[in-house]
T-cell receptor, first 115, second 113 residues
Framework: AQSVTQPDIHITVSEGASLELRCNYS??????LFWYVQSPGQGLQLLLK??????LVQGIKGFEAEFKRSQSSFNLRKPSVHWSDAAEYFC?????????????FGTGTRLTIIP | ETGVTQSPTHLIKTRGQQVTLRCSSQ?????VSWYQQALGQGPQFIFQ???????GRGNFPPRFSGLQFPNYSSELNVNALELDDSALYLC????????????FGPGTRLTVT
């Protein structure tokens, strides 16, 4: 069974500073990996996804993530955060076989931006 | 291009009642997945529908059931509501052969009293 751990419940970053949100997954084969963002009371917006190939993936809003198989990690990064990035961020893993397409989510990391 | 829509936005029900939540998939998408997100938690997979058939189910009891219609829209039905069913219910649609690539709607907030 797949699982995801997001070790940081809450992170506070100054506007303009760099950001890294951690994600560790557990899955027996090469997983499909995702980062979603959720603003208060809203649904989830897909930031980026990794299926195969280049381990550094670019997403929307200036975010990127790097898949590291040896560390079972898929950390999200942004070089300079904006106040509008304040939200809840979820990492998710999907099994890479047809017929089992559920996503398993972590518990999320809440990002606060200070001026 | 219209995204995933869900109705209603909010709903208040009494314990023991039944509820139906609705979801319209994004244009061109043929797979729908449903998730339950309790307060302060990540979404939990309920089930997925493809070609009007259930295609995978999470750890939810049979009182959670669903339908998918020929136009790919979907319903989530919950019978005998319990207080713990209070949550945000999220629907996601996926493009053909892209069941993992899920695009979410805004959700329905269900409160059970």
């Amino acid at each position: 069974a797949q699982s995801v751990t997001q070790p940081d419940i809450h992170i506070t970053v100054s506007e303009g500073a760099s950001l890294e949100l951690r994600c560790n997954y557990s899955y027996g084969a090469t997983p499909y990996l995702f980062w979603y963002v959720q603003s208060p009371g809203q649904g989830l917006q897909l930031l980026l996804k990794y299926f195969s190939g280049d381990t550094l993936v670019q997403g929307i809003k200036g975010f990127e993530a790097e898949f590291k198989r040896s560390q079972s990690s898929f950390n999200l990064r942004k070089p300079s955060v904006h106040w509008s990035d304040a939200a809840e961020y979820f990492c998710a893993v999907g099994a890479s076989n047809f017929g089992n397409e559920k996503l398993t989510f972590g518990t999320g990391t809440r990002l606060t931006i200070i001026p | 291009e219209t995204g995933v829509t869900q109705s209603p936005t909010h709903l208040i029900k009494t314990r023991g009642q039944q509820v139906t939540l609705r979801c319209s998939s994004q244009s061109g998408h043929n797979t729908v997945s449903w998730y339950q997100q309790a307060l302060g938690q990540g979404p939990q997979f309920i089930f997925q529908y493809y070609r009007e058939e259930e295609n995978g189910r999470g750890n939810f009891p049979p009182r959670f059931s669903g339908l998918q219609f020929p136009n790919y829209s979907s319903e989530l039905n919950v019978n005998a509501l319990e207080l713990d069913d209070s949550a945000l219910y999220l629907c996601a649609s996926s493009p053909p052969r892209g069941g993992h690539e899920q695009y979410f709607g805004p959700g329905t907030r269900l409160t059970v009293t």
